[in-house]
């Protein structure tokens, strides 16, 4: 996601996507664990999202 789509989002879109993003980042650490994922960028990828969307979070809330 980048944050252009991040930033038009509700608070409660907001708080849905990042447990979205939490859970699919450990469903695929734990396969990776087990056996090589396809493609590992996606690790990266999903880690840079989320911390996009926790950086959201705590913008949102001290204004």
Known sequence: ??????VILTDDELK???SAFQ???YDIK???AVS???NPLQIRN???AI????TECVRR???
């Open 1 to 6: 996601m980048k944050q252009k789509e991040i």
């Open 16 to 18: 849905d996507k990042l």
């Open 23 to 25: 859970k699919n980042l």
């Open 30 to 32: 734990l396969t990776h």
């Open 36 to 38: 090589p994922v396809e």
């Open 46 to 48: 999903i880690r840079r």
């Open 51 to 54: 911390a996009r969307l926790k």
């Open 61 to 63: 809330n001290k204004i």
